[in-house]
T-cell receptor, first 111, second 115 residues
């Protein structure tokens, strides 16, 4: 079993739909990261969370430390949101920041 | 925000030659740079952690002599794939943090094809 599990692996939506991607992890962490990878390969860091909830534009990320679970929500989805979304955790106790990655969720938003 | 510039974005080389990939932190000092490899439809795999002024720390199974990492300054880390072979063809990407409380900034990646 992977230390970081994402679901679903693939997600197709129509423009305007509300989207949720889930991430569960099995280790103690110091922080959880949500990343976005576009088809060309470039990666953008969306959020870094250690507790609670963060919002940036149409993106919302939440984390429940007790349940070892995080969700990434996209409101009013748009075709430009089509990308791979990756959850990554920094295990607790490490200070230099080695990340463990989920397998990614491939999101396709149709117009 | 913090920016990491990675070059080249794509490179095609002949088998047996060496390829150097550069990552520069443009507006912050990156004492630590992480190098990843990604195969198609797979997640990122950490290859090594590059520390400014000291030897890189390689992950298990990564050949130190094949993937040479140099981090000579606080803003530049390089990965050299030596004597490249077709199986080294992959997507290589670096990342760094501008401090422990900040998120990670990734380079744009390098797609290496060895023919």
């Amino acid at each position: 079993k992977n230390e970081v599990e994402q679901s679903p692996q693939n997600l197709t939506a129509q423009e305007g739909e509300f989207i949720t991607i889930n991430c569960s992890y099995s280790v103690g962490i110091s922080a959880l990261h949500w990343l976005q990878q576009h088809p060309g390969g470039g990666i953008v860091s969306l959020f870094m969370l250690s507790s609670g909830k963060k919002k940036h534009g149409r993106l919302i990320a939440t984390i429940n430390i007790q349940e070892k679970h995080s969700s990434l929500h996209i409101t009013a989805s748009h075709p430009r949101d089509s990308a791979v979304y990756i959850c990554a955790v920094a295990p607790g106790g490490t200070s230099y920041g080695k990340l463990t990655f989920g397998q990614g969720t491939i999101l396709t938003v149709h117009p | 925000g913090a920016v990491v510039s990675q070059h080249p974005s794509r490179v095609i080389c002949k088998s047996g030659t060496s390829v150097k990939i550069e990552c520069r932190s443009l507006d912050f000092q990156a004492t630590t740079m992480f190098w990843y490899r990604q195969f198609p439809k797979q997640s990122l795999m950490l290859m090594a952690t590059s520390n400014e002024g000291s030897k890189a720390t390689y992950e298990q199974g990564v050949e130190k002599d094949k993937f040479l990492i140099n981090h000579a300054s606080l803003t530049l880390s390089t990965l050299t794939v030596t004597s490249a072979h077709p199986e080294d063809s992959s997507f290589y990407i670096c990342s760094a943090r501008a401090g422990l409380t900040n998120g990670y900034t990734f380079g744009s990646g390098t797609r290496l094809t060895v023919v």
